[in-house]
């Protein structure tokens, strides 16, 4: 959950690759460019090209998946004045979302979410550097990514997206990450509400196991969401005028949007706390049931096994030297003694049962 | 409980009617027009006809029952300049309840609240646009609405409405929504009072049930009602200018009634909670009797069954080949052995009853 | 505990008086009269003699008490102008305490509260009406009131009162009001400590009913006293003129008397909340007593009743056809068959006890 | 817990001396003259004295202990222009600690608080009047001050205290009241830190009972410790002139310490919180444990006297008409039949430890 | 927990040194000095000579490690003007994380944290003052430290940190610091984690210890860190003119790691009460499950255990003087018995497994 890729106490804006694991995957370099007439698309293959092909006439949108190699980052760098300190924020993933403004880019950090094969929520950090007239994506894994919609809408010219400036390109892409958490929650929402229904029919020990991971991955999400709305709520009220005032009325909507995102986390929150407490009652109650059976059995047989003990005692046995003896255990040679023993113990189990029903035990 | 309708990352402002399911219903279209001699109302059946019917000098209310079908709602917005993503609020049903100014014009969601007929507490999304002498309220679903009352003050000329301006409509339409909280969390209210007696006397599964979904029904409405609260202020302190200050004053105690409302909502939440703590208590006391009943009883009859057990041992009984031997169980012979031992068996169980009466478990 | 008494979506300010149940009861009203030498009291019994009585060049107090007839509140509203939005609150009870500044007046909504016979703690609204040279006093019921102390220091002219204005009169009432919390939280606060000591001895399930009831009261304190503070506050910062500043210094001690009281408040709820837990952790303990004298008991008596039953079967009868057999249970003829047994299972036994003694079971 | 002197309703600013119980303790008088040169200390006996033996042209000091007479105070007010709500709180002990400005003199209301004889935390009211060259001190008990150390160093003119103004005098004596919290705390420490070890290693219910009074101890202190935080920074940002910039230095080291108290009391009460967690954790695991010992002996052996029980059946008997009938239990007779029914039952209790043992309940 | 040194109410500013325990340990002095181009460093044994080594044209770290001895401290605080107050907070370990301005310097003091040989989380107390080109760091135990990464820094020159004024060098301090929680707090973290996994499968109670030991130190790292956040807010937010403009930048990265700190603080803290909740469920759960076994086997042999017993009854003996008595057991002389009554006893054996079957207790 932590991940930090630096020793501490190192030196500010050191930039360390990703090449843990299985060797340095080189990124994916995209490169986009466009104004309300004209676009073109490149997939880069050596980073020493990149610059090379950027047209500053147009608004370009460079998209960099992956970060094993940094070198196309630091050609950009160079290129835009990236601030260095931005660049490990790019590289040190596991930032909370945020913006931050330099001198002529705002830099944005926000976490993507999606739901990979096995059903789990994955977060991915994705970093946007946004200037005059270009904006930088840089996603930490290549796989999976949720820009494929404004790639659409670009190639279409559908909407105002290739009318409009840079910051609405950046607006857009925000806007996409924030999309996607609905679904997410969705799923979610979906799950915790079947497993609600399953608990109040039958509470198992696996719902519990379930609701717990659902927890996690509210904790995890609300981490996400909450900074995300003082995120935009920043941009919002950025005055660096890398925002324009028209983008701004669509941030608005944006902001609204973080706002419904948290209002969701904190209502399955309060459900899943809910059904927490559902679980534990229920089990209580399973618990006092089976003692209840337990009890009534119990003590309904207890008795009479003593009883029936009582009449196996070998008191009225004839002693060895057949010498003549007082009758110890009458009872046993009474001509109704086995029927009225019978008759007896029939008794206290009735008298038993009505007592354990108006207990309400039965 | 999450309800959006269009692909995350689509282009902002994309309209999709509501067409699920069944088919698209077309929506109710209903006109109402007045000043403060004249009144008139039409009910809407070809959206192409709207237009024509709408008198300019008059103040205008056109309420739209439904989302099935968008051309009436496409329609006004071309009259009227509304924005696109408030348009795309109103089909997103679901929205938080919230007040967003526009160029000439306010744009009000709000959560209407009522009981159906299986006592379920139902959510239905209201949107007001509020313009300078319009009124224009879209509702997600046709059933039901809580706006008759206003109609109706309309329809004779009570009170100042007829006389007011349209701001003094959207308020009344708001306060109208406000007050029918009240009834819903007055029934709420009684039933948790019923469960907490039920509880108190006999406390069943089936309550924690009802308290289970009391509860979720409370989480649902302080969604509801906290916005709805910000929503009120706003309004409140709207330098838009088309709120009026005489309908100020009137708002003033709609804000009153809001933060009632959330007072309401957090007492249910807390009585709930305490309730929820006092059955688990109860199930918890209950187990501990169940077991004192189990405990009492077995306590007392195991040893006496061990007791018996003893005398039905066949150590007395002669060898087959008749040797002589001591004699191996003397007090089967003794003339008294049974009745001394069913004194003894009589002591044992009434020590035990004053020891588990002293401890307070009979 | 929701008091509504209009239906929603009422035009605003309709006025009905309380005449449910019982028929209308007329309301009692009380005029008083003062100057710093003259001092004048009067009992109304017709409405219409009201404002024939009232001296303009004095302070009044006109004190209602019930709100089974709403003809003298007319009667004033006209003659001191006061806004129908504060009438309608004033009959629709249960409001939150709060003031509201009209033009020439303004209006203060208060709980009043006070045991009852029965114990039981109740709440009482008092609207407050504070004008030029008058304070109109509303209440619910007109059984109780607080204001006893009040009239006797006017009647006796003692202090400052009688040469104060009318806003020294409306701070008088408030502060009694006020005043008032503090014997009934006093009361609670014994009855918990009574509870807490009967609980740390021997706890009982009328406990937890006694406190879930005092958990309710302290939620419904709590709504009243909240907003107490935010009024009183208010009043200490009005601009409206109609508190002077001698006054606003004896406002501030009634501040701090709002702030002791929401701390006791939250100090008892924290309170309850501790001996709730001790309660369930009591219970938890007990029913751990409980099965571990169960368990004892069983544990020792179970083996020793099944070696006694092992003795008890009939393998060494002789067969009825009296054959020749081997010896099938040849402890059963050994001499010291049955001291044997005995001794074994007294080392059973005293093994057990050891055993148990040392898990800290006995 | 709750202490007011006056009946409710009464007239501002009532003084009522303490005379309950024992009948009035005469409070004691300690005066206290110094300038950077001289030191002067007397013992005042009769309030009368008072005023003669103050020298208007040094820094005074004057002490009162005890609330049982209150005629020195009433001499001290007069002469002083001490404000009477100001008096009046000084005799309703169990005010909050606040600090209030008047005209020419500051009020300030601490809690002290120490341990006595029964280690009980005890909380005392002081108030201090901090007026243009003198303090004037009530405290309400005679016994017990924490004012000692502040007189040693007045009597020995250590550090800067002699010439220092009375606001550095003022400080001196809140710093003292704060500095005697941390002994108190770092005892109640010690006390949980205690209660943990012995909890972790064999939890009993007299850790509960005194977890329970720690608790309601942190409680306690809460309620004096926050507003303290307050009162130190009222005076920190003071514009009355009455604390000078030299001593608000000091005042905020002051407010370090309240702060660092408040930080002490809620990680203690974070830490009671998770013990009495902890507790209930360890409770339902030895009830899961007893019951365990229970369930595996009474699962082993009740199946095995069943199987006794069976060969202690009678059916193999000869009827009494000796008629030939064929053998019911040939068991019985068998020559081993004894040895493999023991062999059977070996088996069924080795196969049920494993299974237990595979269970982990063993 | 609690750490102070002097008694209370003593004079404030009173410098005790730590020679508690085994005697006063000498701390060590290291001093640093350097500029752009040259760097010098001493390891200073005798205090005296201290001064005697400080360049004032260069920018000078001195490094005391360990409080046993106050003179080089003394000897600093008359050089550089330090503040007594700021003297005293560097002996009073234990004080919350702030920052201080005095006249000509600030005064920092930050937690450090590290895991010591035992695994324990240590805190220790640093304190950093900062002049116009001097810093001073004052640590409370000489063992451990975490600047050595900042050492190597300024040895090799590497990164800006020889070019910078004495301000980053604080910063860079400060930096080192924060990021020594991380590592801690990913200790930490991975072993709430494994925890998890093992509460998932096997619930123990050693878990439930270290979950209660994981939440302490959760306490006291939030504790640390939430002051933290404000310590280098409170440094961004500087205008005595110590932090320059180009450190602020640098700062601004520090706040994020504070505020990422708090974060993971946080949903650890979440976590454990989450998985506290687990292990109590998983608990309930057992104690179900052992009950369930024991009410099964129970309820089945108890009933069988009963009938044999009946036939294990002595009724059917011949009395002794022979007399012709009515057979009182019938059943035990048909031939039929034995078989019918293990008959019926196997059905209702097997009636109560698919009883309990359906109930799903098997």
Same mark, same amino acid.
């Given at each position: 959950?932590?991940?930090?890729?630096?020793? +501490?106490?190192?030196?500010?804006?050191?930039?360390?690759?990703?090449?843990?694991?299985?060797?340095?995957?080189?990124?994916?370099?995209?490169?986009? %460019?466009?104004?309300?007439?004209?676009?073109?698309?490149?997939?880069?293959?050596?980073?020493?090209?990149?610059?090379?092909?950027?047209?500053?006439?147009? *608004?370009?949108?460079?998209?960099?998946?992956?970060?094993?190699?940094?070198?196309?980052?630091?050609?950009?760098? @160079?290129?835009?004045?990236?601030?260095?300190?931005?660049?490990?924020?790019?590289?040190?993933?596991?930032?909370?979302?945020?913006?931050?403004?330099?001198?002529?880019?705002?830099?944005?950090?926000?976490?993507?979410?999606?739901?990979?094969?096995?059903?789990?929520?994955?977060?991915?950090?994705?970093?946007?550097?946004?200037?005059?007239?270009?904006?930088?994506?840089?996603?930490?894994?290549?796989?999976?990514?949720?820009?494929?919609?404004?790639?659409?809408?670009?190639?279409?010219? @559908?909407?105002?997206?290739?009318?409009?400036?840079?910051?609405?390109?950046? =607006?857009?892409?925000?806007?996409?990450?924030?999309?996607?958490?609905?679904?997410?929650?969705?799923?979610?929402?979906?799950?915790?509400?079947?497993?609600?229904?399953?608990?109040?029919?039958?509470?198992?020990?696996?719902?519990?196991?379930?609701?717990? %991971?659902?927890?996690?991955?509210?904790?995890?999400? @609300?981490? =996400?969401?909450?900074?995300?709305?003082?995120?935009?709520?920043?941009?919002?009220?950025?005055?660096?005028?890398?925002?324009?005032?028209?983008?701004?009325?669509?941030?608005?909507?944006?902001?609204?949007?973080?706002?419904?995102?948290?209002?969701?986390?904190?209502? =399955?929150?309060?459900?899943?706390?809910?059904?927490?407490?559902? =679980?534990?009652?229920?089990?209580?109650?399973?618990?006092?049931?089976? /003692?209840?059976?337990?009890?009534?059995?119990?003590?309904?047989?207890?008795?009479?096994?003593?009883?029936?003990?009582?009449?196996?005692?070998?008191?009225?046995?004839?002693? +060895?030297?057949?010498?003549? /003896?007082?009758?110890?255990?009458?009872?046993?040679?009474?001509?109704?003694?086995?029927?009225?023993?019978?008759?007896?113990?029939?008794? *206290?189990?009735?008298?038993?049962?009505?007592?354990?029903?108006?207990?309400?035990?039965?």
């Amino acid at each position: 959950m932590l991940k930090r890729h630096f020793a +501490p106490g190192a030196s500010p804006a050191t930039l360390v690759p990703h090449t843990e694991g299985e060797g340095a995957v080189k990124p994916r370099i995209h490169l986009l %460019e466009y104004d309300a007439n004209s676009f073109a698309e490149h997939e880069v293959t050596e980073s020493a090209d990149l610059l090379a092909l950027i047209d500053a006439g147009k *608004i370009t949108w460079i998209n960099i998946d992956g970060l094993g190699d940094i070198d196309a980052l630091e050609l950009l760098a @160079r290129k835009y004045g990236l601030h260095p300190l931005a660049l490990e924020d790019v590289l040190n993933t596991g930032q909370r979302p945020k913006v931050e403004e330099f001198q002529d880019h705002l830099f944005i950090v926000a976490q993507m979410v999606y739901q990979d094969a096995t059903e789990c929520i994955c977060g991915e950090q994705v970093s946007i550097f946004l200037g005059k007239n270009y904006v930088i994506t840089v996603q930490e894994e290549p796989e999976y990514d949720v820009f494929n919609p404004v790639r659409e809408r670009l190639r279409a010219g @559908r909407g105002s997206i290739r009318k409009s400036k840079a910051d609405y390109l950046a =607006y857009a892409l925000l806007d996409s990450i924030i999309d996607h958490y609905f679904p997410v929650l969705d799923e979610l929402g979906r799950s915790i509400e079947d497993l609600e229904d399953q608990l109040l029919e039958n509470p198992e020990r696996s719902m519990v196991l379930k609701l717990h %991971e659902h927890r996690r991955s509210l904790t995890q999400l @609300r981490r =996400y969401v909450w900074p995300l709305r003082d995120l935009v709520n920043g941009l919002l009220h950025d005055n660096s005028g890398q925002i324009k005032a028209p983008t701004k009325v669509f941030l608005r909507d944006c902001y609204d949007h973080t706002v419904q995102l948290m209002d969701f986390v904190e209502s =399955y929150k309060e459900i899943t706390t809910g059904l927490m407490e559902l =679980y534990h009652s229920s089990v209580g109650l399973r618990t006092n049931e089976v /003692m209840r059976v337990l009890t009534v059995i119990t003590s309904i047989f207890i008795p009479l096994t003593f009883i029936v003990g009582v009449y196996g005692m070998n008191f009225s046995q004839e002693p +060895p030297d057949n010498k003549t /003896m007082p009758l110890n255990m009458p009872e046993l040679y009474s001509p109704h003694g086995y029927i009225v023993v019978m008759g007896v113990m029939l008794v *206290i189990a009735v008298a038993q049962l009505v007592f354990f029903r108006r207990k309400g035990w039965l």
